[in-house]
């Protein structure tokens, strides 16, 4: 813009006017060097108070959770950290993403931190979701796969070897979402795979899923968290996770089934410990880091560190809190669930009420058996079990002795004894305790 000269006389208001009238004849690309965005005026430097309605944005005093740009290299009080582990417990490595948010709480530490790591066969839910809801937790228990809970929100998801997973914790100063996006699909793209963020939470290759994320948030801090897959055991997806639970009302929070894609098919070399060095370069170069300028962290498959490290100290804490029954179940919300079926013997309806950390606290099953008693037994049988696989069973061979001593009462004479007698109704509750499991 050529320099335009005013006459001291001229007073700020009529200033004002003079230039909003030069601004309506300005089209909207001559804003900002021809980008069409408005000018950025220094908070309180606005003497003549141009408003917002002609696309003068002053600039805000507020602290925004997002990184800097790339350009310009950071000064970091301490060194950023990029941990490495070969420990596949989900227990130990949920508890170790825990802990190192903890740092950022207490303000141990507020440099970028990269986590990098894999679970076995493991079911991980979120912070307020209802286990009995989202997996089949018969088949897991039958097949040795982890049920864990971690501290943050989001879906139920399944790992296995075939994942590799990411967590980037920072200050909110450092924490940028945008950021962390470039540094995984930059790992990628040393693969030949071509992978672009789609809306919030996910990476996707064309129209499929091969990376889902989900976040924490604190005043001072923030957590993006996720996985990219790798060669997961797709069919586990549906063996475990949403079971066909039509009748199962719950206020927690259903998890969303996406169109997944192994990165495998894509590059067939590619391998965890391939993902986890391209992720370290990549972390390196978004930063404008070298080696030197990074804490290193090597944990073996023990859970053992090459080095003490002060801000995870009391790490077994935390794991003994993640592998405690009451947290994984604990945070359950109440739910119902109903199911029926229909024996050669009955027609059977089971409502399974539970209003705290999965704990069946009524049973009432509704039948048309010949054996009143026998529905009787199961009804008390089932109440205040917990509503998984080994409680169930416990409470069937408690069904199976209780059926043995009425039946011996009744052979006896003894008043008051239970009509279930051995025979048909010890057959009745082995098939009933096949069902129920497979139904649950």
């Not at 100063?173 to 699909?185: A, D, F, P, Q, T």
């Not at 008043?415 to 007698?421: I, K, M, R, T, Y």
Request: contains cysteine.
């Amino acid at each position: 813009f050529a320099p335009v000269f005013l006459p001291r006389s001229l007073s700020p208001n009529q200033v004002n006017k003079m230039l909003v009238g030069s601004m309506r004849r300005l089209p909207p690309a001559n804003w900002d060097g021809m980008f069409g965005i408005p000018p950025v005026i220094p908070k309180g430097e606005n003497p003549f108070g141009l408003s917002r309605r002609w696309g003068i944005r002053e600039e805000s005093t507020e602290t925004k959770e997002t990184a800097p740009s790339p350009a310009g290299k950071e000064s970091f009080k301490n060194k950023p950290m990029i941990i490495n582990t070969r420990c596949v417990s989900p227990f130990r490595n949920l508890a170790m993403e825990e802990r190192l948010w903890d740092s950022l709480v207490k303000e141990e530490r507020e440099e970028p931190v990269m986590f990098l790591w894999r679970n076995e066969s493991s079911i991980i839910i979120g912070r307020h979701q209802n286990p009995f809801k989202e997996c089949h937790l018969q088949r897991m228990e039958e097949d040795g796969v982890h049920l864990v809970r971690r501290f943050s929100g989001g879906g139920a998801v399944y790992q296995d070897l075939g994942n590799s997973i990411f967590s980037f914790l920072a200050h909110k100063k450092y924490h940028s979402v945008e950021r962390n996006m470039r540094i995984l699909c930059d790992a990628l793209s040393s693969f030949g795979i071509h992978a672009t963020p789609t809306g919030r939470n996910d990476i996707h290759v064309g129209e499929e899923k091969v990376s889902g994320s989900a976040f924490k948030y604190a005043s001072n801090r923030g957590l993006h968290h996720g996985t990219l897959l790798l060669d997961l055991n797709l069919t586990a997806l549906q063996k475990y996770l949403n079971p066909n639970k039509k009748k199962l009302e719950s206020k927690g929070i259903k998890s969303v089934v996406s169109r997944v894609r192994n990165l495998k098919e894509l590059a067939p070399q590619i391998t965890h410990e391939l993902v986890c060095e391209s992720l370290v370069s990549s972390f390196l170069k978004e930063w404008d880091l070298t080696k030197e300028e990074v804490e290193f962290v090597d944990i073996n498959e023990r859970g053992e560190m090459d080095q003490k490290n002060p801000h995870v100290d009391d790490l077994q804490v935390y794991i003994d809190r993640h592998l405690n029954k009451d947290f994984r179940f604990g945070n359950t919300p109440p739910f119902t669930h109903t199911m029926d079926t229909r024996f050669p013997w009955a027609s059977v309806e089971v409502n399974i009420n539970s209003k705290k950390s999965g704990v069946i606290t009524e049973a009432k099953i509704y039948s048309d058996c010949l054996f009143p008693d026998l529905i009787t037994l199961l009804n008390q049988a089932l109440e205040g079990r917990d509503y998984l696989g080994e409680d169930v069973r416990r409470a069937m061979d408690w069904t199976r002795e209780q059926i043995v001593v009425e039946s011996g009462k009744r052979d006896r004479g003894e008043e008051g004894a239970l009509d279930v007698p051995t025979d048909p109704c010890l057959g009745y509750v082995d098939e009933f305790e096949i069902w129920l499991l497979e139904a649950m």
